[in-house]
């Protein structure tokens, strides 16, 4: 679980979340929206993978 919290990826792409909420709550909704939050999910899902083909690396080298 540290691993997720501490990692940088992690950090930008919950940051980028709350700028993605915010331009929503404020600004018009249209198809910009939705292109806004699916490439907010894709780099959430590109950091989460990051972090965990890394911890698989590591633990391959422990081997």
């Given at each position: 679980?540290?691993?997720f919290?501490?990692?940088?990826s992690i950090i930008s792409a919950i940051f980028g979340g709350f700028?993605?909420?915010q331009a929503?709550?404020?600004g018009?909704?249209?198809?910009?929206?939705v292109?806004?939050?699916?490439?907010w999910l894709a780099t959430l899902g590109i950091a989460i993978g990051?972090?965990?083909m890394?911890?698989?690396?590591?633990?391959?080298?422990?081997d």
């Open positions: 679980m540290r691993k919290i501490f990692n940088g700028g993605t909420i929503t709550r404020k018009p909704n249209d198809w910009r929206t292109l806004m939050w699916v490439s990051t972090v965990v890394n911890a698989r690396d590591a633990d391959a080298l422990d």
